[in-house]
Nanobody
Framework: QVQLVESGGGSAQAGGSLRLSCAAS????????MGWFRQAPGKEREGIAAIYGGDGRTYYGDSVKGRFTMSQDKAKSTLYLQMNSLKPEDTAMYYC??????????????????????WGKGTLVTVSS
């Protein structure tokens, strides 16, 4: 049974940092494109970062590029999202998700929520000014 479990959310001041984790289980981690998404109140879910488990290549959306860093520990089947220089507009529920194969990562389709096969339940990040 595939499981994705996010953790690390919480509250931060603008300019601060948080580190999210996503523990994956129940499938071969290295064969999946893994993504981080977020959804702010009243807004659509947004793909913000992705990594292909097989080669560790990372991809970022424009809203987080230069501030957020995605990484992985393949031995632990865990991915991370280091979030620096946080802004109030980063306030959202953050989700990790997975889709089989590298192509969604390589093509940029990872940004599309409908592409993903599996989702975690999310972790809440609140950034105050």
């Amino acid at each position: 049974q595939v499981q994705l479990v996010e953790s690390g959310g919480g509250s931060a001041q603008a300019g601060g940092s948080l580190r999210l984790s996503c523990a994956a289980s129940g499938y071969t981690y290295s064969r999946y494109c893994m993504g981080w998404f977020r959804q702010a109140p009243g807004k659509e879910r947004e793909g913000i970062a992705a990594i292909y488990g097989g080669d560790g290549r990372t991809y970022y959306g424009d809203s987080v590029k230069g501030r957020f860093t995605m990484s992985q520990d393949k031995a632990k089947s865990t991915l991370y999202l280091q979030m620096n220089s946080l802004k109030p507009e980063d306030t959202a529920m953050y989700y990790c998700a997975a889709v089989f194969g590298p192509y969604s990562c390589y093509s940029g389709n990872w940004r599309t929520t409908g592409i993903m096969d599996y989702w975690g339940k999310g972790t809440l990040v609140t950034v105050s000014s």
